[in-house]
């Protein structure tokens, strides 16, 4: 199971610090991916991070403003100078079977958390 959690509120180039939890498995043997979503449009790809940590990806969009860490069985995705395009629900997912090739597609992976509200605007 995955818990994500930290969305909210925030002003145009403000952070946030999102996790994702795992439980009842151990998170650290796979990659987690982080998506987004706004209606009516398709989950976007924010990045992934390899299981051991060393390894990330990040969308262009994204790249230099959002960082993600790991620790036991938690993921982090740390957003920095928010944008209003970056409003969204924000959602982590895992599966065994992921790589850094593949982590950014969202129909590789089987197991998602329930998503957190991320809202910019002043």
């Known amino acids: 199971q995955l818990q994500a959690s930290g969305g909210g509120q925030v002003q145009p180039g403000g952070s946030l610090r999102l996790s994702c939890v795992g439980s009842?498995?151990?998170?650290?043997?796979?990659?987690v991916g982080w998506f987004r979503q706004v209606p009516g449009k398709e989950r976007e790809a924010v990045g992934c991070i390899s299981d051991s940590g060393v390894s990330t990806f990040y969308s262009d969009s994204v790249r230099g403003r959002f960082t993600m860490s790991r620790d036991k069985n938690t993921v982090y995705l740390q957003i920095n100078n928010l944008k209003p395009e970056d409003t969204a629900v924000y959602y982590c997912?895992?599966?065994?079977?992921?790589?850094?090739?593949?982590?950014?597609?969202?129909?590789?992976?089987?197991?998602w958390g329930q998503g957190t509200q991320v809202t910019v605007s002043s």
């Open positions: 009842g498995f151990r998170m650290d043997y796979y990659y």
């Open positions: 997912a895992t599966d065994y079977y992921v790589s850094l090739a593949t982590c950014n597609r969202a129909n590789e992976y089987d197991y």
